[in-house]
């Protein structure tokens, strides 16, 4: 079959194409932006990419109309806090305008447990009204209705593990007594792909769990017991909903507006309705601990597929990746640095580049770099504590605590990152590993372009620490030996 993939780049995409793939499918990726859509060399022979963005209107002449089922799997949420609802279902509707020109037999969509529709909160009245948007399509639709997702690289399990891997004692809100039912990514990605197909499953809706009513409370202290952890809770009544999305702001690695939305759908018990999808599919039920086991397997492994932090949307909006790989050069502040690299060491100073941020570290000032990432937090930045998805593979498009990964050309030698914490302009890294007649240079290139006269003020009040910083950096970025640590799981 051909597929049309929709968030073919986010959370479930990346982890369902190679899935279809290898079940024999050809996939057409629809991306935003083709420039961080990274295909996997065994696979892109089966892959064709489509570059649109479903907020605007479909060009009928460039867009693909031959495929026989699509999935759904656009979402907002972590965007921002009061227009989600607005864009969703804008882009619903022009994803319906092209399903109904196409040849397509069925659409899936991934979307939330519904549970009493008089008390769904904005993320599940949106996600609700986008439903009934995809029901209008002449395709028939089959809606797999999910709550809490639980995998490694999950916005859910994420939150959840940097809550207890942090806080021995937690004084916390009181949805922590809210019950819902978490499932596990691999059973999600096995029902997709189940009942892909499959015509007795048009026009249904199915709501999906690992078998389990747990409450968040719950949740926490069982993931503290796999990890063998002491830990303390104690639900606090009197937090009002705004407390309770800062407490996971600051605490966690989420985005405002990803705490916002996701505090608004804690307050309600959220409960799907039974059916045998497992037992007609022929698919083992995976309970909560079995979850949280093998979403640790893989982290310790260095092994994640995705992440929701790698979201494009998560932070740059709807500015598009592309417009940044081009580094200004007029009207900007810059910080240039060079040093001879040792062919016999150009191996392992690439290696040491490509690791840079997360547990690594910037190689020199830390603490600076922690401190920098704590006013962010508190002016409303993502901070820090983002880390980056896996220790040592990066790819553009990729989070990297404060900055995004613009290009990360291994064989070039070239890593270009973008900052994404509050600054009044906008700020760029670059590090390029070059060979002159077998000579090897590593280029560090600090960029800087201010907005106004602010934006000027806040280059001149940090030129100071430059020379330490980035001295010390691309010094010690050469001189770094790593030594075989063993993985663990923390946040």
Same mark, same amino acid.
């Given at each position: 079959?051909?597929?049309?993939?929709?968030?073919?780049?986010?959370?479930?995409?990346?982890?369902?194409?190679?899935?279809?793939?290898?079940?024999?499918?050809?996939?057409?990726?629809?991306?935003?932006?083709?420039?961080?859509?990274?295909?996997?060399?065994?696979?892109?022979?089966?892959?064709?990419?489509?570059?649109?963005?479903?907020?605007?209107?479909?060009?009928?002449?460039?867009?693909?109309?031959?495929?026989?089922?699509?999935?759904?799997?656009?979402?907002?949420?972590?965007?921002?806090?009061?227009?989600?609802?607005e864009k969703e279902a804008k882009a619903a509707q022009n994803f319906v305008k092209l399903m109904d020109q196409s040849a397509a037999q069925q659409i899936i969509y991934l979307t939330g447990i519904i549970g009493?529709?008089?008390?769904?909160?904005?993320?599940?009245?949106?996600?609700?009204?986008?439903?009934?948007?995809?029901?209008?399509?002449? @395709?028939? $639709?089959?809606?797999?209705?999910?709550?809490? +997702?639980? !995998?490694?690289?999950?916005?859910? *399990? &994420?939150?959840?593990?940097?809550?207890?891997?942090?806080?021995?004692?937690?004084?916390?809100?009181?949805?922590?007594?809210?019950?819902?039912?978490?499932?596990?990514?691999?059973?999600?990605?096995?029902?997709?792909?189940?009942?892909?197909?499959?015509?007795?499953?048009?026009?249904?809706?199915?709501?999906?769990?690992?078998?389990?009513?747990?409450?968040?409370?719950?949740?926490?202290?069982?993931?503290?017991?796999?990890?063998?952890?002491?830990?303390?809770?104690?639900?606090?009544?009197?937090?009002?909903?705004?407390?309770?999305?800062?407490?996971?702001?600051?605490?966690?690695?989420?985005?405002?507006?990803?705490? @916002?939305? $996701?505090?608004?759908?804690?307050?309600?018990? +959220?409960? !799907?309705?039974?059916?045998?999808? *497992? &037992?007609?599919?022929?698919?083992?039920?995976?309970?909560?601990?079995?979850?949280?086991?093998?979403?640790?397997?893989?982290?310790?492994?260095?092994?994640?597929?995705?992440?929701?932090?790698?979201?494009?949307?998560?932070?740059l909006g709807d500015k598009n990746l592309g417009q940044y790989i081009k580094v200004p050069r007029y009207g900007c502040f810059s910080d240039e640095r060079e040093r001879v690299v040792a062919a016999e060491d150009?191996?392992?100073?690439?290696?040491?580049?490509?690791?840079?941020?997360?547990?690594?570290?910037?190689?020199?000032?830390?603490?600076?770099?922690?401190?920098?990432?704590?006013?962010?937090?508190?002016?409303?930045?993502?901070?820090?504590?983002?880390?980056?998805?896996?220790?040592?593979?990066?790819?553009?498009?990729?989070?990297?605590?404060?900055?995004?990964?613009?290009?990360?050309?291994?064989?070039?030698?070239?890593?270009?990152?973008?900052?994404?914490?509050?600054?009044?302009?906008?700020?760029?890294?670059?590090?390029?590993?070059?060979?002159?007649?077998?000579?090897?240079?590593?280029?560090?290139?600090?960029?800087?372009?201010?907005?106004?006269?602010?934006?000027?003020?806040?280059?001149?009040?940090?030129?100071?620490?430059?020379?330490?910083?980035?001295?010390?950096?691309?010094?010690?970025?050469?001189?770094?030996?790593?030594?075989?640590?063993?993985?663990?799981?923390?946040?």
């Open positions: 079959m051909k597929i049309l993939l929709t968030g073919a780049n986010g959370y479930i995409g990346k982890r369902l194409t190679p899935l279809l793939i290898e079940q024999g499918h050809e996939v057409i990726a629809c991306v935003r932006d083709r420039k961080r859509y990274h295909i996997a060399k065994e696979y892109r022979s089966s892959i064709t990419i489509f570059e649109i963005d479903f907020l605007k209107e479909v060009d009928n002449l460039f867009a693909p109309t031959e495929f026989d089922a699509a999935f759904y799997l656009i979402h907002s949420m972590s965007a921002s806090v009061g227009d989600f609802e009493q529709q008089d008390i769904l909160s904005p993320h599940l009245s949106s996600r609700w009204q986008v439903e009934k948007i995809l029901n209008q399509s002449r @395709v028939p $639709l089959t809606a797999i209705r999910a709550g809490i +997702i639980v !995998g490694s690289g999950s916005a859910s *399990f &994420e939150i959840i593990r940097d809550l207890v891997e942090k806080l021995p004692v937690m004084v916390a809100p009181k949805w922590l007594k809210t019950r819902c039912e978490p499932i596990g990514i691999r059973n999600i990605l096995e029902i997709l792909v189940g009942i892909l197909g499959q015509p007795k499953y048009y026009d249904r809706q199915f709501d999906v769990s690992g078998g389990e009513v747990l409450t968040y409370q719950q949740m926490l202290k069982t993931y503290a017991e796999v990890r063998g952890l002491a830990r303390w809770i104690f639900p606090l009544p009197v937090m009002t909903p705004r407390l309770s999305s800062y407490w996971l702001y600051f605490i966690t690695s989420t985005s405002y507006p990803l705490a @916002v939305n $996701l505090v608004e759908s804690m307050k309600h018990d +959220i409960i !799907g309705r039974p059916n045998t999808l *497992f &037992e007609e599919l022929g698919i083992q039920q995976y309970d909560y601990r079995t979850c949280i086991k093998q979403a640790l397997s893989i982290i310790e492994k260095d092994a994640t597929p995705s992440s929701w932090k790698d979201s494009f949307v998560s932070s150009v191996e392992r100073v690439l290696s040491n580049i490509w690791s840079i941020g997360g547990q690594r570290g910037w190689y020199y000032g830390n603490w600076l770099w922690k401190f920098r990432g704590y006013l962010d937090k508190l002016v409303g930045g993502i901070g820090l504590r983002r880390g980056r998805t896996r220790m040592e593979d990066i790819e553009a498009g990729d989070a990297l605590d404060f900055w995004r990964v613009l290009v990360a050309n291994q064989s070039e030698g070239r890593l270009l990152l973008f900052a994404e914490m509050k600054l009044p302009g906008e700020a760029w890294l670059e590090f390029k590993l070059m060979e002159d007649r077998g000579r090897f240079t590593l280029y560090q290139t600090a960029t800087f372009r201010p907005h106004g006269l602010w934006g000027r003020l806040y280059w001149y009040a940090v030129l100071p620490f430059h020379y330490f910083i980035f001295n010390g950096m691309i010094d010690n970025i050469i001189a770094y030996q790593a030594e075989a640590v063993p993985q663990v799981a923390s946040a």
